[in-house]
């Protein structure tokens, strides 16, 4: 387990933006702890604190181009209480995340 990195908590706040969802002031979203998911480097994890278990829902999705021009998507994932439990990023060729794009960027996303 480790914290969130500061280019996955600002995708988490973006996802969780598109879908209305409230996350905790950005203080608190510092002590979140996250397990990396075992998928060749993309860069999935399972957000553990709190732990959760139970079944998900796809709450937003972000498609971006990774460093390499392969396009990618992130999904974010809430349990049943609205409360996220998964960031899930895919490339398209299954390759390994080169860098996430700027989620704080908001005006190069185009929102």
């Not at 988490?12 to 203080?27: E, G, I, R, T």
Request: a negative charge; proline letters at 6%; glycine letters at 10%.
């Amino acid at each position: 387990m480790r914290p969130l990195r500061q280019n996955e908590r600002a995708l988490l706040q973006h996802l969780a933006k598109k879908a209305d969802l409230l996350l905790p002031n950005d203080s608190l979203l510092g002590e979140i702890m996250v397990e990396e998911l075992d998928d060749g480097g993309m860069g999935s994890y399972l957000i553990v604190d709190p732990p959760f278990g139970g079944p998900t829902f796809l709450a937003s999705e972000v498609e971006f181009t990774d460093s390499d021009g392969t396009k990618a998507l992130a999904s974010l994932y809430v349990g049943s209480d609205g409360v996220p439990c998964e960031v899930d990023i895919w490339k398209v060729d299954f390759s390994p995340l080169i860098s996430l794009l700027d989620f704080d960027d908001e005006e190069s996303l185009g929102t």
